[in-house]
């Protein structure tokens, strides 16, 4: 088919797939052979699609929305600042498009509408993707999704048109003209959205976690999440949703961390901006500081010259701001500070321009009376007044008068930003929760954030929404003019704790456990104080700013040990380190990624059970969620372990002192509102690993196991209810078991070593409840993906650690039907205690070995331990990345292995799962809870 | 480094003054010459080119809601008429062209052109004044003669405005001509300030056409013989437009008749319904209009100041805005004669409505 089509490069991408799975690009036969070869793997129904490729064409997207009668509207446009060949997730993105002309527009529109019909969309929404040909405008379908998609949620919270939630009314039947549009709450929903602002979107991705896999951008989408802001202009809108990132930028550089693109030489910074990455925008922005004109970087980068021109604008301007010498000169001159304001630029930036802090821009600003505005998404460009109150700032004359709060006092709820590893949608689930509690006890809910894809972002979700970066300079302009009572920093993870203590200084009344308190957990001595104060152990542990150091403290506290740098997410650089001669290496590691902040290290505990505790406090009396057993041993990180509640393994008198230990934090701390400690169990000792006063990760997955909204309850708490009142006030036990199990995106990074580590890589979730562990363990397996197969040939290989154990575990497997193979190894200890296995080589010592199986289909689960930390062993990488490409379900702890057993016995027992409703298990508890 | 005017966009020299006071400050661009006029708001978000040249657009000041302007430049074919008609251009940002049909920057257009143009002015401010108080005459301040915004406002105000004006004799054509020398059909069309898309349309459905000036006296069409009279689009007030009204009562019923916006306005004040001037006015290409006959919704493309109010009974609702539930189309409920508010030509907007061409052919076919 190749050579049918006749010219290099080609695109290559698998049907039935998400996110371009499998994908690439293809610029020579081998290249060819290696993708096609992965994405007919990837692909549901064994297929590829190649195509002519289209790299550095101009990208277009349409979002369309028909009904039943045949009525139909282009909900939005989007335009990609990234050319052709980068995944539409993975490009900066515009709303509306900027660069065709209306015969342009109308004719890809009509085609749109052409393509719903000629599907047959019988109703709802799609999206329509186009390339066009920038020297000649010869335009080409790309694709399209009968169905709501990522950009979906984009377009909706960009136009205010609520894409699925018509969507969903139109499957029932209704008809555009039918419904309103809840924005003016006076037109049909059979309009076609007018932006009178730009919208940006731009991707969040992490390849800090996966430091193995190519940065470059194709057809395969890498992101995590994305940010989305609003802005009068161009240039406005782009450097809101830099900064909207959270990656530590302030807007389009300007902020002191540009040194490394600034450096790059010519033939380097050429390169970078040719080759797309998550970084390339800032490389332009050197290219421009450098004088490279906006040909030359559009030659190098297909990105149109029409956003090169905003970028190239933005970096000259800089030594505009420079050329005011002093903070006291740019106050002089109302006039350029405005326009400063109107290009975007954040008071961090113009700090930096000007070497002065942002806490004296910001004075300064107010000083002159420099404030923004704020805009309302109203879906018609103005033309008819919006009901619904949806803002975002800019700075302009005119700003959309404060709505009145009918009495009512207001609190802000500050939400999480964009999704990255470690900080997803559990976090935007409690913030939403906070707002509904909150509304229904009378308050008026303030919500601030810039992820498009949440629930917290709906217009419907709070009383007035602002669709802003979350820095202290934007939220607090939004605090000040809504002259709210209250800020609650605790529901949306880190991103909201880490302004805790800046909004507090800039004024802001942070309700809940106080920024103090919230500060002190983290300090390591005040901890260490604390635990021994409340009696609870602590593994041993150490700080060390440097190699010498860290081995003493090691020395001291014996090996294994668990070293981190201070003052991360996640679990970022986190490692377990069995001896002394890997130390150095990964304690410079941890330096590099934490430069100047100390080293945390802790006594590894091996083979201890790792609990989550999640509770609630009124500041007085503290009611416990629930204690989460991990699956996973401790030294696998929380987020990525599956967790079982109520607890498997631990005894009465254990839990009894969990929650004993949870109350007694919780009153030290002051926490009012939600905590959640993290503990490890071993040898009936229980250790204190660490404690967070604010929502976590598994509120979640509590709240639903026990049929309990705690994050709504907290909310009640922080603005003074008591537990008491709520009705809440003793811990719901559960008659079934809930499990949560994690999903991780390593089908997307081929290479990328498989194994759990105390750094964080799961992206997801899924929950899944029985009333059996087992089954419960086995539906959360299934539900990730990891299907679990009820017969055929298992692979056995173990680390030797694990080899006493794996015995008996066998024998089951055995009895259960399958037929097993192993490496030599394995295979003679299993033969020893009678167990038959097929022996089959090591994949570095001849064949056939397990990769042989794996093309041939002849496995169909795969079970592989490795020793924790350590560098894995090349085999091993390789077993798991075949396995995952090749969709084979892999089981890499001893303990998931246990459990998958439990799981596969008792469902040959029942003979079948149990189907029940949430709704049909939260009948059996029993609360006191006044809904 | 290219000059990006950052000091000359701080100054804001240029300025529009509406009669009710308020001044917006900006920058000039385009022709340096003062004019005064009559301001208006669009909404469509593409086709600032084709409302540049729709003669529709004569007598008035265009606000563009949509902030970013002249992205992708202007050409020689997206025009709308022979000339550029309106005031002046009113917008947020103005850009440069990236396009591959660009052949000149907005800025180089109007100059070209003759048309002032004024950026950096808040126009959502604008736009949600004209809203609230509805369109507002206006002076629009770009060239080097100095003038003082009190001065200016009472210029404003002293301008005779649209009401009871006709624009549609100064934008007309000078004499008939031939558009599509080919066609099964000949249509006679009125050019009132007619846009060329309309022509193009009529042109896809088989139509020769040839384009009377506004003014031509009915004998002189009906003399022609043509299948059908199509009445055009056009600036301003329709009742001042008096001789229109003669000539189409002495066509209705002789020949079908079609018309758009002004030339629908007119065939229903000609049947005796009534018009009255609305406080903003349509303009954008969002509008959804439904089809009575068939419940159909259409996104239409909209320009228009007055519309059609009260109905006589010979006149029946063809098509109702579903915003604010004006009239946006009627049939004659016995002659062969329908209009609508809206475009059906589009340029700038959606194609939704194209096969209202295709109904006047099967009129003429009758």
């Known amino acids: 088919m190749a050579d049918t089509i006749g010219t290099w490069p080609l695109i290559i991408r698998p049907g039935f797939t998400l996110g371009g799975t499998g994908g690439g690009i293809a610029r020579n036969k081998e290249e060819f052979q290696t993708i096609v070869t992965r994405g007919l793997d990837a692909s549901l129904n064994t297929e590829v699609l190649i195509e002519e490729s289209l790299l550095g064409w101009k990208e277009f997207e349409m979002e369309v929305m028909c009904d039943r009668k045949g009525n139909a509207v282009i909900v939005c446009s989007i335009e990609n600042v990234d050319p052709m060949g980068v995944h539409t997730g993975d490009s900066i993105t515009i709303a509306p498009i900027q660069t065709l002309t209306d015969r342009e527009y109308q004719a890809m529109r009509d085609d749109s509408l052409k393509v719903m019909k000629a599907i047959g969309v019988e109703t709802g929404g799609s999206n329509v993707q186009w390339a066009v040909n920038p020297e000649t405008g010869r335009r080409i379908i790309i694709e399209m999704n009968p169905r709501v998609s990522r950009s979906s949620a984009l377009a909706s919270k960009a136009t205010g048109f609520p894409i699925a939630k018509i969507a969903a009314l139109l499957a029932v039947g209704y008809t555009l003209d039918e419904l309103r549009n809840d924005i003016t709450g006076s037109t049909p929903s059979c309009f076609e959205p007018s932006l009178d602002y730009i919208v940006t979107k731009v991707p969040r991705f992490t390849f800090e976690k996966f430091p193995k896999a190519d940065s470059t951008l194709g057809t395969q989408m890498k992101s995590v999440g994305e940010a989305m802001a609003i802005g009068r202009n161009l240039k406005q809108s782009f450097q809101k949703a830099l900064r909207s990132l959270e990656t530590g930028r302030a807007g389009f550089g300007a902020d002191g961390k540009d040194e490394k693109y600034e450096s790059a030489s010519d033939e380097v910074l050429a390169e970078e901006i040719a080759r797309p990455s998550a970084e390339r ?131 802000m709820i500050l939400g999480g930003g964009p999704n990255r590893i470690g900080q997803g949608i559990e976090f935007d689930y409690c913030c939403c929760h906070a707002a509904f ?84 957990a983290e300090d390591r001595d005040y901890f260490k104080q604390l635990s021994a104060k409340i009696g609870i152990l602590q593994p041993e542990n150490g700080i060390a700013h440097n190699p010498e150091e860290a081995m003493e403290v090691c020395r001291r506290i014996g090996y294994p040990v668990l070293v981190r740098p201070s003052f991360v997410l996640g679990g970022r650089g986190m490692v377990i380190v069995h001896h002394e001669e890997n130390l150095r290496e990964f304690v410079e590691q941890a330096e590099a990624i934490a430069p100047g902040k100390p080293i945390l290290i802790d006594r590894f505990l091996q083979n201890a059970v790792e609990l989550d505790v999640d509770c609630i406090s009124d500041g007085h009396r503290t009611v416990i969620g629930a204690i989460l057993e991990h699956v996973e041993p401790a030294g696998i990180h929380s987020g990525d372990s ?48 660490e404690v967070n006063p604010r929502a976590s990760r598994t509120v979640p997955f509590v709240s639903k196991a026990i049929g309990v909204p705690l994050a709504g309850l907290a909310s009640l708490c922080q603005t003074g209810k008591t537990l008491d009142e709520l009705g809440f006030t003793e811990e719901v036990k559960i008659p079934y078991v809930a499990v949560k199990e994690a999903v991780f995106p390593f089908v997307k990074f081929p290479g990328v070593d498989v194994v759990l580590s105390p750094e964080m890589k799961s992206t997801g979730e899924v929950m899944s409840l029985d009333r059996d562990y087992g089954l419960a363990y086995l539906k959360s397996q299934i539900a990730a993906g990891n299907r679990l197969p009820s017969s055929g ?35 003679t200890l299993l033969y020893d205690n009678g167990i038959k296995t097929n022996a089959i080589f090591r994949i570095s010592r001849g064949r056939p070995n397990l990769l042989d199986l ?36 892999l089981t890499t702890t001893l303990e998931g292995l246990v459990a998958a057993i439990e799981g596969l016995t008792d469902k040959m027992d029942f003979g079948r799962f149990e189907v029940c409703s949430l709704q049909e298990y939260h009948r059996h508890i029993h609360t006191a809870l006044k809904r | 480094m290219p ?44 086709g600032y080119q084709e409302i540049l040249t729709d003669p529709s657009y004569a007598g008035q000041f265009v606000t563009l809601t949509a902030p970013e302007i002249g992205n992708y430049g202007c050409n020689a074919d997206d025009v709308e008429s022979r000339a550029l008609f309106l005031n002046g251009l009113i917008i947020h940002e103005l850009n440069l062209p990236s396009n591959f049909r660009s052949e000149w920057s907005l800025d180089e257009y109007l100059k070209q052109n003759g048309k002032s ?101 009915a004998e002189e069409i009906l003399a022609d013989n043509p299948d059908g009279v199509f009445l055009s689009n056009g600036p301003a007030d329709p009742s001042a437009v008096t001789y229109a009204l003669e000539n189409i009562r002495k066509l209705l019923g002789k020949k079908p008749l079609m018309g758009i916006c002004l030339g629908h306005q007119l065939l229903g004040i000609a049947c005796g319904a009534t018009c009255g001037r609305l406080k903003f006015g349509h303009h954008g290409c969002n509008h959804p209009v439904r089809n009575l006959l068939t419940g159909a919704v259409e996104i239409t493309s909209q320009n228009h100041n007055y519309a059609l109010q009260k109905l006589p009974d010979c006149l029946e609702m063809t098509h109702l805005n579903l915003n604010d539930n004006t009239v946006e189309g009627i049939r004659h409920k016995s002659l062969p004669a329908f209009s609508v508010q ?16 295709d109904e006047f052919r099967k009129l003429m076919e009758k």
Not at chain 1, 856 to 883: F, H, L, P, Y
Not at chain 2, 22 to 40: L, P
């Open chain 1, 642 to 689: 599956a967790s079982i509640t109520p607890p498997m393994t631990l005894s009465q008198e254990i839990q009894e002192k969990v929650r004993e230990y949870a109350r007694a934090f919780a009153k030290e701390l002051h926490v009012c509102g939600l905590m959640n400690m993290q503990l490890a169990v071993k040898d009936g000792q229980i250790y204190m690993i």
């Open chain 2, 117 to 217: 143009g004024i950026f950096g002015v808040d126009t959502r401010a604008l736009t949600l004044l004209l809203r609230d108080r509805g369109s507002q005459k206006a002076y629009l301040h770009v060239s080097k003669e100095p003038v003082d915004e009190k001065e200016a406002v009472r210029r404003a105000q002293e301008w005779e405005g649209l009401d009871g004006r006709d624009y549609a004799s100064k934008v007309t054509c000078q004499a008939r001509y031939e558009f599509n020398a080919e066609g099964r059909f000949h249509v006679a069309a009125y050019d009132f300030g007619i846009k060329l898309n309309i022509l193009r349309e009529l042109a896809a459905a088989d139509c020769r056409v040839t384009v009377f000036p506004a003014k031509t006296p």
């Open chain 1, 437 to 520: 509690a909150l509304r229904k006890a009378g308050y008026e809910v303030v919500m601030v954030n810039s992820n498009p894809e949440t629930v917290s972002t709906d217009y419907d979700t709070s009383d007035k929404l602002y669709f802003e970066p979350l820095t202290l300079e934007d939220v607090m302009h939004v605090y000040e003019r809504e002259g709210c009572s209250g800020v609650i920093v605790q529901f949306g993870g880190q991103t909201p704790l880490n302004l805790a203590q800046k909004l507090k200084d800039a004024g802001a009344n942070v309700i809940g456990t106080s920024p103090d308190d919230i500060d002190l």
């Open chain 2, 342 to 357: 809206y475009h059906p030509e589009a340029a700038p907007g959606p194609h939704d409505s194209q096969q209202l061409f």
């Open chain 1, 793 to 827: 040939n298992v692979f056995i290989s173990i680390k030797d650690e694990d080899k006493p154990k794996v015995v008996p575990l066998a024998r089951r497997l055995e009895k259960l039907g399958y037929h097993l193979y192993a490496t030599r190894g394995t295979s």
């Open chain 1, 854 to 889: 794996i093309r041939d289909k002849e496995v169909q689960w795969i079970v592989n331990t490795t020793e924790q930390g350590e560098e894995a062993m090349v085999d091993e990488v390789q077993i798991r990345s075949k396995a995952i490409i090749a969709g084979i379900p």
């Open chain 1, 281 to 411: 925008i800032f490389y332009v922005r050197a290219a421009f500081r450098r004088g490279w004109n906006v040909d030359r970087v559009y030659e190098l980068s297909g990105i149109d010259r029409y956003f090169l021109r905003h970028f190239e604008e933005l970096a000259c301007f800089e030594d505009e701001i420079r050329s005011a010498g002093t903070l006291e000169n740019l106050k002089k001159d109302h006039s350029l500070f405005r326009q400063i304001k109107e290009f975007g630029y954040s008071d961090r930036q113009i700090a930096f321009l000007l070497g002065c802090t942002e806490k004296d821009v910001s004075r300064a600003r107010r000083e002159t009376g420099l404030i923004p505005v704020f805009g309302s998404v109203d879906t018609c460009a103005g033309e008819f007044e919006a009901r619904t109150p949806y803002y975002y700032s800019c700075y302009a004359d005119h700003g959309e008068p404060r709505r009145d709060s009918a009495g009512k006092k207001s609190i």
């Open chain 2, 3 to 46: 000059s990006y005017m950052w000091k000359e966009k701080r100054e804001k020299k240029a300025f529009l003054a509406l009669a009710d006071g308020t001044i917006f400050h900006g920058v000039g661009f385009g022709a340096e010459q003062d004019t005064v006029g009559e301001v208006v708001f669009n909404t469509g978000m593409s």
